[in-house]
T-cell receptor
Framework: QKEVEQNSGPLSVPEGAIASLNCTYS??????FFWYRQYSGKSPELIMS????GDKEDGRFTAQLNKASQYVSLLIRDSQPSDSATYLC???????????FGSGTQLTVLP | EAQVTQNPRYLITVTGKKLTVTCSQN?????MSWYRQDPGLGLRQIYY???????DKGDVPEGYKVSRKEKRNFPLILESPSPNQTSLYFC???????????FGSGTRLTVV
């Protein structure tokens, strides 16, 4: 079992719709969870972090964490064509803050 | 401007010729990491460091070395590069907590 698993996609949604991205992790000792966005040929860019069970909202983005189910999700409301990118789920653990990434979900927002 | 700077951005080299990819951050971050990114395999951690002189292996350390003599610098060394080390490499740094890791712009390495 991979340490961090994401639906590989690709995922297509129409402009203005809600995009839902999912991630599961295997290590119950994981302490922090992140969503990164990566445009083709560019470096990953942090968009959300979450530590506690529940929802965390930042603008059009909502991260959800359920530690009992070992599940993290990202909702993007009012999706825009500029949101088209690969979204990477990352899980952090240990005192050295090791960050392990899922393989990413490619999102396309259709105008 | 707060940033992680990697050099070079692109590098083509021959098998066996030692090379160093430099990484420098200006944010006084304790934590630094190197990743490689390959199609279908995602981002995989090579080495990480939690402070000066403290480094450890990640998931794919074979064929790589690192050093952390100063807080701001974390160079990646390939003593004898091989074609299977052709990849896109990212350096990243973090203060910890809410801020996650900040990534450099990447180094595209080709070993022929």
């Amino acid at each position: 079992q991979k340490e961090v698993e994401q639906n590989s996609g690709p995922l297509s949604v129409p402009e203005g719709a809600i995009a839902s991205l999912n991630c599961t992790y295997s290590d119950r000792g994981s302490q922090s969870f992140f969503w990164y966005r990566q445009y083709s040929g560019k470096s990953p860019e942090l968009i959300m972090s979450i530590y506690s069970n529940g929802d965390k909202e930042d603008g059009r983005f909502t991260a959800q964490l359920n530690k009992a189910s070992q599940y993290v999700s990202l909702l993007i409301r009012d999706s825009q064509p500029s949101d088209s990118a690969t979204y990477l789920c990352a899980v952090e653990k240990g005192s050295a803050r090791q960050l392990t990434f899922g393989s990413g979900t490619q999102l396309t927002v259709l105008p | 401007e707060a940033q992680v700077t990697q050099n070079p951005r692109y590098l083509i080299t021959v098998t066996g010729k030692k090379l160093t990819v430099t990484c420098s951050q200006n944010m006084n971050h304790e934590y630094m990491s190197w990743y490689r990114q390959d199609p279908g395999l995602g981002l995989r951690q090579i080495y990480y460091s939690m402070n000066v002189e403290v480094t450890d292996k990640g998931d794919v350390p074979e064929g790589y070395k690192v050093s952390r003599k100063e807080k701001r610098n974390f160079p990646l060394i390939l003593e004898s590069p091989s074609p299977n080390q052709t990849s896109l490499y990212f350096c990243a740094s973090s203060h910890g907590g809410d801020y996650g890791y900040t990534f450099g712009s990447g180094t595209r390495l080709t070993v022929v």
